[in-house]
């Protein structure tokens, strides 16, 4: 049984007939071909390109062939994105687990953060305005007559600082006689004219120190206290000296741009000169060219029955130079804390003259 079939070619048909095999069946298979050429058939021969092959049923092989493809590229597909949509999730799943733990500590740390709750505050007991404080004025020494006698002048400056019940404890009657009672240790004195110099005395003394000393206290300058004056165990001693002074020359001790120098102190034979009064303006201290006015106060340091075991002392040890001592006069007066704090500030205004 001969039945015919077409073969679709692109452009071109091919007939061709199938045979019946044996027991009543066709045979299904078409002809053979390869790219470029036909094979001899019933149907002839016919050359042909891309060739389009449609099966017994009717369908067409090559769509059949490309659906599968597609069905298989989309699972290979799917295959690949499956991994990588699981691999976003966990990602997303870390960062809500971090944002949550995040939220979580935020809220501790506001829990942490809010006070307890306290009672409202009540309202504080009226007082009464605080007054003012008075301040003390600032003090300012008024004028003194150049006219008086140089130890009244001092004596009212003094008591403008508010030193009261002072005794002279220096002895001399008068300015000359108290300046020529000093006496030198290891030193030179000579009396000077001062009436050209503009100052409110009339006696001082230049005292020159030759050479260095060993010890500063061994070159000095001296004057014991007034006889029988009553005095007690922390008395003040204050009193006034003016001072100027130049180095001579240079020494293997002081070189010429040294300034001269002198200590003040009081001494007592009581505890073997051990003292010195705890003398302030304390320690060594500097003459200038010029004349200046220092006051000072010291202590009497021990129960001293007589007054003349004390002595005022001033020590000028530093090498070759000279001091023109002038003026000097001392009081005694009882420690009261009234007239230590009117001492303190009478030589305080040493730094501010």
């Not at 007082?127 to 003012?132: L, S």
């Not at 008068?174 to 000077?192: H, P, Q, R, V, Y």
């Not at 009882?334 to 001492?343: D, F, M, Q, V, Y």
Request: aromatic share 10%.
């Amino acid at each position: 049984m001969t039945d015919w079939r077409e073969l679709h070619v692109n452009y071109v048909h091919i007939r061709y007939t199938s045979q019946v095999c044996e027991g009543g069946k066709e045979d299904p298979k078409p002809p053979s071909f390869t790219r470029g050429e036909a094979t001899k058939s019933q149907g002839g021969v016919v050359l042909f390109q891309k060739p389009r092959f449609i099966n017994p049923k009717g369908e067409n092989l090559f769509m059949k062939t490309k659906n599968i493809l597609k069905i298989t590229a989309l699972f290979l597909c799917i295959v690949m994105i499956l991994p990588m949509l699981f691999a976003c999730g966990e990602k997303s799943d870390d960062a809500g687990a971090k944002k949550d733990d995040g939220g979580t500590a935020a809220g501790n740390n506001n829990e942490a953060a809010t006070p307890e709750p306290t009672d409202p505050p009540t309202e504080p007991e009226p007082t009464e305005p605080p007054t003012e404080k008075e301040t003390e004025p600032p003090f300012v020494l008024e004028p003194i007559d150049p006219n008086l006698p140089y130890w009244e002048q001092i004596l009212n400056e003094m008591g403008q600082y508010g030193l009261t019940d002072g005794v002279k404890i220096l002895p001399g009657e008068d300015e000359a006689a108290l300046m020529k009672g000093f006496s030198t240790g290891n030193t030179k004195k000579e009396e000077l004219d001062v009436s050209g110099d503009n100052v409110p005395f009339t006696a001082a003394y230049r005292v020159v120190t030759a050479k260095d000393s060993e010890q500063f206290w061994s070159c000095s300058y001296n004057r014991s206290f007034e006889k029988d004056i009553e005095t007690e165990e922390e008395d003040l001693v204050v009193g006034v000296i003016w001072v100027r002074g130049e180095r001579l020359s240079e020494t293997d001790d002081f070189d010429m741009d040294d300034e001269p120098a002198y200590y003040l102190a009081i001494k007592t034979s009581t505890d073997n000169w051990g003292t010195e009064g705890n003398v302030d303006p304390h320690g060594e201290q500097w003459a200038t060219p010029e004349w200046r006015k220092i006051f000072f106060c010291g202590y009497v340091l021990n129960e001293e029955s007589k007054s003349q075991n004390m002595q005022m002392q001033i020590f000028l040890g530093y090498g070759n130079q000279y001091i023109d001592f002038g003026g000097i006069i001392a009081y005694v007066y009882p420690g009261t804390l009234e007239n230590e704090l009117a001492a303190m500030k009478l030589v305080d205004s040493n730094y501010t003259r």
